[in-house]
């Protein structure tokens, strides 16, 4: 099964950086809207920020102005640029590649990586 691979994650203090990785195949990374999820312990997964393959993004409001999502074609890459980080942002951060129609621009599928842990010190 295609695999997204993760990197980045770890602990900082508050009002630190962290950037995030996923690499993902170049069959499906063209094709995909790529995103960022994290899920909190007790808390159900929630979304951070996607952008399309035309570059494209949204992001979650708790995050506005802090995070950054990136995509390079040339490396099949997404990435997560997280400033100014809060103890509530700590999570398990899941990449994302929503997999696309070229046809119809459809969702076909989902794709998700292991995650990888991100722990914010006050």
């Known amino acids: 099964q295609v695999q997204l691979v993760e990197s980045g994650g770890g602990l900082v203090q508050a009002g630190g950086s962290l950037r995030l990785s996923c690499a993902a195949p170049g069959s499906i990374f063209s094709m995909s809207t790529m995103g960022w999820y994290r899920q909190a312990p007790g808390e159900q997964r929630e979304l951070v920020a996607t952008?399309?393959?035309?570059?494209?993004?949204t992001y979650a409001d708790s995050v506005k102005g802090r995070f950054f999502i990136s995509r390079d074609s040339a490396k099949n890459t997404v990435y997560l640029q997280m400033n100014s980080l809060k103890p509530e942002d700590t999570a398990v951060y899941y990449c994302?590649?929503?997999?696309?129609?070229?046809?119809?621009?459809?969702?076909?599928?989902?794709?998700w990586g292991q995650g990888t842990r991100v722990t914010v010190s006050s």
């Open positions: 952008v399309t393959s035309g570059g494209s993004t």
């Open positions: 994302n590649a929503e997999v696309l129609s070229i046809l119809t621009g459809r969702k076909l599928y989902d794709r």
